[in-house]
T-cell receptor
């Protein structure tokens, strides 16, 4: 199993541009998550999904959108990128909710200038 | 939400046990305690979790006090590769297990 994969690894965006961060898992997990981590800080939840077709907001959803059309994929869309979105983005998945661990991808480092 | 309190940093000698404490005094009866770690800029890695009983796996042991208000993660024989930030997390009840990461404890294992 590849686990959780994320693309791209690095990206530089200009202010106002848009992009999609890709996340795929091959463990048949129902739950998927997007987090962001600013320098020296812990991770903050952006959006999560408990199954295909079901998504919900986390702690910091503004400026982002998600979709979950398949079990495997959970893309994160940035519209009108802003410098405040400069961060490292981590995708994670888990088999279930309470009592199940989350598996994290390697992250995407995004810089908005 | 149950909040957690951890020391910002700890040191440990290579080969010795590392004991990382965590306070979660507002934890509810059905809330789990999870431990994750993050090595440098990699994605967080799950270590262990527990509800009421002590737990052990190939990576670590988790000791939860009887009143569940605190816990200790034990790395029995720390190596240099265990240098990382360790997060103690108590997700809110509700099934989605939305992890809330604080600043964690930066563990430095010294040769």
């Amino acid at each position: 199993n590849a686990g959780v994969t994320q693309t791209p690894k690095f990206r530089i965006l200009k202010i106002g541009q848009s992009m999609t961060l890709q996340c795929t898992q091959d463990m048949n997990h129902n739950y998927m998550y997007w987090y962001r981590q600013d320098p020296g800080m812990g991770l903050k939840l952006i959006y999560y999904s408990v199954g295909a077709g079901i998504t919900d907001k986390g702690e910091v959803p503004n400026g982002y959108n998600v979709s979950r059309s398949t079990t495997e994929d959970f893309p994160l869309r940035l519209e009108l990128a802003a410098p405040s979105q400069t961060s490292v983005y981590f995708c994670a998945s888990s088999f279930g909710g309470a009592g199940h661990e989350q598996y994290f991808g390697p992250g995407t480092r995004l810089t908005v200038t | 939400d149950a909040k957690t309190t951890q020391p910002p940093s700890m040191d440990c000698a290579e080969g010795r046990a590392a004991n990382l404490p965590c306070n979660h005094s507002t934890i509810s009866g059905n809330e789990y305690v999870y431990w994750y770690r993050q090595i440098h800029s990699q994605g967080p890695q799950y270590i262990i979790h527990g509800l009421k009983n002590n737990e052990t796996n190939e990576m670590a042991s988790l000791i939860i006090t009887e009143d569940r208000k605190s816990s200790t993660l034990i790395l029995p024989h720390a190596t240099l590769r265990d240098t990382a930030v360790y997060y103690c997390i108590v997700p809110p009840q509700g099934g989605s297990e939305k992890l809330v990461f604080g600043k964690g404890t930066k563990l430095t294992v010294n040769p």
